[in-house]
């Protein structure tokens, strides 16, 4: 079973009622307000709440850093590609954000709360070559984990295909590749691909993309940390959705005639 730890993220799956909360151990030699509240917000919702020792939470959480709280989750039910592509009803155009190989769970869990925050519609990970959504990546995304959907897919390269055959942008980030992320327009159905730490997109992944985008530096570095790279396009993105006015956009036709540049990374 899946565990939680922490004040803020057992709390936010609380606030997310998805039904994957099992039970709430807490530490039965901590006796505060916030913790008192936690756990009679979660009777509250039905759940069972147990005192353990510190040290056994400890054992549990593989931390320390768990505040006194562990959760114990259901198992996660992820969406599929075809969740994904069914059409929203209020029709607005959707943003979804892949992740190809994104390994340190720190980084997964800062674009989980990213992604939450500028309003991504889900989320598409690999089954292979990717971290897994755990404690410390739930620890990480601030409880977003719980909030965020997301899809696992089989295979990113083929998943990406039949976003574009349901006429989807997809446009990965690329330190060499053009044009500049603020030049594009996101206000359409599109697809943000983020590739690993380090090495950026895989080759097949780079090639399926429409567009590469790059974030210019002016500095000595070359590429910023794949997280916060993906929170400054993020955020321009959402800036660009609600209706902001933008200077003039790369244009969208024709859709292949896009040169691909280089191999890089983020």
């Known amino acids: 079973m899946e565990v939680l730890y922490g004040l803020h993220p057992v709390e936010e ?6 039904g994957r ?12 307000a916030k913790l008192e509240r936690l756990a009679s917000l979660a009777r509250s919702a039905g759940i069972r709440v147990s005192a353990e020792s510190r040290d056994q939470l400890t054992r549990i959480a593989k931390t320390e850093a768990h505040q006194g709280v562990v959760a114990y989750l259901r198992e996660r039910a992820y969406l599929t590609i075809e ?7 209020s029709g607005s155009p959707r943003f979804f954000l892949a992740l190809d ?7 997964l869990g800062a674009l989980l709360r990213t992604a939450d925050g500028a309003g991504v519609d889900a989320i598409l990970l690999p089954e292979r070559r990717s971290a897994p959504i755990t404690a410390t990546v739930a620890k990480t995304s601030a409880g977003a984990s719980e909030h965020v959907r997301v899809a696992r897919v089989t295979n990113l390269v083929r998943a990406l295909e039949q976003m574009k055959k349901a006429n989807m942008w997809v446009v990965g980030l690329d330190e060499r590749g053009t044009p500049d992320y603020t030049d594009f327009d996101f206000s359409t159905d599109c697809v943000l691909v983020l590739g690993r ?11 399926t993309c429409d567009h590469l985008l790059r974030i210019p530096m002016a500095g000595q570095v070359s590429s910023l940390n794949v997280s916060v790279a993906g929170a400054v396009v993020m955020y321009e993105a ?3 959705r609600r209706g902001a006015s933008v200077q003039t956009k ?6 292949r005639a896009k040169e691909r540049k280089g191999l890089g990374s983020i």
Not at 21 to 32: G, K
Not at 197 to 207: I, M, P, Q
Request: no cysteine; aromatic share 0%; net charge neutral.
């Open 101 to 107: 190989g994104i390994e340190d769970p720190h980084n």
């Open 250 to 255: 790369v244009s969208h036709e024709p859709k």
């Open 21 to 32: 909360l099992d039970r709430i151990s807490i530490a039965r030699e901590r006796r505060d």
């Open 197 to 207: 730490e380090g090495a950026g997109l895989h080759d097949l992944v780079k090639k």
């Open 13 to 18: 799956a609380l606030r997310a009622g998805s």
């Open 238 to 240: 959402m800036r660009q």
């Open 83 to 89: 969740d994904l592509l069914i059409p929203p009803a």
